[in-house]
């Protein structure tokens, strides 16, 4: 996986968060791959089946989902 050279999801003034300069948060890449792991969580047969191996395996997608989406955004 690449490592996370997203922009910030959500960021603001330093001022709102009790500091200077700007708070990030979660970065792009992180809030696209949740939003991929909520889908791909959501399917009955991944519910039915989950074990370590279906837990990584959605966990990889969900970030290779989210690292296509940060290159359609280029």
């Avoid at 009790?18 to 970065?27: E, I, K, L």
């Avoid at 792009?28 to 370590?52: C, E, H, M």
Wanted: charged letters at 20%; aromatic letters at 10%.
């Amino acid at each position: 996986m690449s490592k996370d050279q997203s922009e910030p999801a959500f960021p603001v003034p330093g001022s709102e968060c009790g500091g200077t300069g700007t708070c990030f948060g979660m970065s792009l890449r992180d809030y696209f791959a949740a939003k991929a792991l909520q889908g791909l969580a959501s399917n009955t047969a991944f519910i039915d089946s989950v074990d370590t191996r279906a837990v990584q395996y959605t966990a990889e997608a969900a970030y290779q989902l989210a690292d296509v989406m940060l290159s359609v955004r280029e």
